[in-house]
């Protein structure tokens, strides 16, 4: 077998070796996007070869909490790991929610890896158009 080196992608595998992954005490960051689409805030996170039972998604007032945990599969006990770059552990990312938008109404999709929170922008958040009203007589103020 023909591995090519990389000095650069040693040294992140031992840093990452040295400072362990994500526990539950310590969890690792999950990459994410975040961005408005329409009346919708859109928020998606990578979390590949996690199971969608292995995901919590918690609000708490306008606190969203996403963790997930990735474990090692399920090896039998004459498998030699050769070589292991996937990260294992927890990951998680908190974000604090605009008061404009929806808590109430978030929905969470998951797909090819990647989970998707669309939380609605808040009636009272949208813009709307105010009318003048006009008055049919002038009023004087005299003092």
């Keep these: ?6 000095p650069f992608r040693e040294l992140d595998r031992l840093a990452q070796q040295l400072t362990g992954s994500g526990t539950w005490t310590r969890p ?5 996007d975040a961005y408005r689409e329409g009346d919708e805030y859109v928020v998606a996170f990578d979390v590949p070869g996690v199971s969608p039972e292995a995901i919590d998604i918690d609000v708490e007032r306008n606190m969203l909490t996403v963790r997930a945990e990735r474990r090692p599969a399920v090896k039998a006990d004459d498998v030699q790991m050769d070589l292991s770059e996937r990260p294992l552990g927890v990951f998680s990312r908190q974000i604090v929610l605009a008061d404009t938008l929806d808590t109430e109404h978030i929905t969470a999709d ?16 949208k813009p709307r158009r105010i009318t003048i009203g006009r008055e049919s007589s002038r009023k004087q103020i005299s003092g």
């Design 28 to 32: 690792s960051a999950m990459p994410m």
């Design 1 to 6: 077998m023909l591995m090519r080196t990389d």
């Design 110 to 125: 998951y797909d090819a890896g990647v989970l998707t929170l669309r939380i609605p922008i808040a009636e009272r958040a």
